[in-house]
């Protein structure tokens, strides 16, 4: 209903209100047109099992012949409108701008200035900065606590 008319059918004033409407209410769904009434209504069931599967729905609704302009007069108008106001407010020009460079490389791409990899070594912190750690080894991992209290060994 949102996308047809553009109002919610369980805006409330608060939402506690709009909550209360989903599980209370009837929604108001004269604005439709009666296809679309119908459709709608089978998909606002509160039973989810008794609303429409995917399939279904594409059978009700039927074939939707391709076109260039997709949405409603209205959306193109207010998408066109917000880019002009972008526009002017970026001081566009009519030259485009854009910050990704599409000219060709020139030459070789730059060396890493970082190592490829944290296990490089090149710029690893020493061993003792991890806990745990083996000196001239790789850090290994506290050994797993124990929950239980440890008893003593068995005669």
């Known amino acids: 209903m949102l996308a047809a008319t553009g109002a919610s059918p369980f805006t409330g004033a608060s939402t506690l209100e709009t909550l209360n409407n989903v599980v209370r209410s009837q929604p108001d769904l004269s604005v439709l047109s009666p296809r679309v009434r119908a459709i709608v209504e089978r998909c606002l069931i509160r039973l989810p099992g008794a609303r429409p599967t995917p399939a279904e729905l594409m059978s009700l609704i039927g074939p939707v012949a391709p076109s260039t302009r997709p949405w409603p007069d209205a959306v193109n108008a207010l998408a066109e409108r917000q880019r002009w106001e972008l526009s002017s407010l970026l001081g566009d020009s009519g030259v485009p701008s854009t910050l990704v460079d599409t000219a060709a490389p020139t030459g070789p791409p730059p060396a890493p200035s970082?190592?490829?990899?944290?296990?490089?070594?090149?710029?690893?912190?020493?061993?003792?900065?991890?806990?745990?750690?083996?000196p001239g080894g790789e850090p290994r991992p506290p050994a797993p606590r124990s929950r239980c209290p440890r008893l003593p060994p068995r005669p």
């Open 114 to 134: 970082a190592p490829a990899s944290v296990f490089d070594g090149s710029s690893a912190p020493p061993a003792a900065a991890y806990p745990g750690a083996v």
